[in-house]
C-alpha cells in the first residue's frame, strides 16, 4: 500500500509499506481521507515537534475510513462501520523500519478495541491517547465533514471548560481553524461580543461571516487601542489564545477587563513563558485546559448534520494523494483554512 513519509526532516514522499496484519483485538480500516493539521503535521515534517523524534516516519492523525475487516476479539467496531483516527503503524512501534508519526496518510490503517482490551485485563488502554480517539462516525456524516470534525471536536471539548461565556465579551486570538471555531462555541455559548485578532483582512473576514462581532487585523495599530474603542474603552472578559506563541500571553493580559481569564489552547511540551505582570489586571486568571477530542466528538457530529456549523467555509480545499505535495505547499502559504487529501 502507498503512504505518505517524513523519510528525514524537511523531506516528504510516497512510499510503499506492507499493510497492516490485524490482531485479535484490531480492525483494518480502508482509510478514505485524513485530515491536514497546519501545526503538528507542519512540526513532525520539519523535525520541530517535541514529543516525536524518530524517522523516517509515516505521517498523518486526521485520518477517517471504513473497516473491512475485524479480528475475532473485537466488540467495538463492525465491517462497514467508518471510523476515525486510524493509523498505519501504532504509536511507539515500528514496521518495514518506519516510525509512527500516526501515519493516517496512508491506504489502510488500524483500530484497536479498547474496551475490549481492558476487558481482557490490558488495563493500559484504559486511557490510552490513541485507542481513546478511535471510535465509530456517527452516520450520515460525510467524509470532508467526519475528518473536519476531529479539529472541531478538539476545541469544543477545551472549551467545555471555561466558565460561562453567556453575556460576556471574548477575545479570540488566531484566525487558524482553532481560533475560527471558537467563534461557533462563543455564539453557541452566547457570548455578547466576539473580537477576533489576526494578520489577514481575508481570514478576518471570514471570522465575521461566522458570526465574531469584529474583526482586528494586529498590524493596523495598536490592538489594545482598537479592541477598547470597538468595547466601549473597556477591557474583555475572555481572551482566548488559539495562536501558541508565548507573546500572546502578555498581549491578551494587557486586552483583559478586571476579574477577566486568559485561556491558553494547546501549550507546546516544554514551552515557558514571561509574564508581564504589570499589564496584568487584577483577579486575572491564566487557565491552561485540557482538549479531549473523544469526548466531543460525537456531540460535534450531531451539531454538523443538523446544519448548525458552517463547515463549508472553514474545510476549504482537498487533493488526491498524488498531490500532496501541492496540497502542503498550499498549507504552508496560508492560502487554506482547513483541507485534506482524499485516498
Known sequence: MRALLIPRPGELQLTDLTKPEIGPFEALVRIRGCGICATTDWELIHGRQPFHRDYPAILGHEAVGEVVETGPKVQSFHTGDFVKRPVAIWPGEKRGGFASAWGGFAEYGIVRDRIA?????????????????????????ALPDAILAIS????????????????????????????????????LGGAEKIFVLGRRDTRLDLARRLGATHGINVQKGPVATQLRDLNGGAGVDFFLEAVGLPDQINLGLSLLAPGGILAIYGVPEG???????????????????????????????????????????????????DQFREAFDAVAAGDVVKGWIEI
Open 152 to 187: 472541531l471536536s478538539e476545541t469544543a471539548s477545551w472549551f467545555r471548560h471555561l466558565p460561562s461565556v453567556a453575556g460576556k465579551s471574548v477575545c479570540i486570538s488566531g484566525t487558524g481553524v482553532a481560533g475560527l471555531s471558537m467563534i461557533f462555541w462563543s455564539l
Open 271 to 321: 514551552q515557558r513563558y514571561e509574564l508581564a505582570w504589570s499589564t496584568c489586571p487584577e483577579r486575572a486568571k491564566i487557565v491552561n485546559l485540557p482538549a479531549e477530542e473523544h469526548l466531543a466528538y460525537g456531540w460535534v457530529a450531531d451539531l454538523i448534520r443538523r446544519g448548525m456549523l458552517p463547515t463549508r467555509e472553514v474545510m476549504t480545499h482537498s487533493w488526491k494523494f
Open 117 to 141: 482490551l481492558v476487558q481482557a485485563g490490558q488495563d493500559s488502554y484504559k486511557n490510552d491517547y490513541t485507542a481513546l480517539r478511535q471510535q465509530v462516525v456517527p452516520a450520515g456524516l
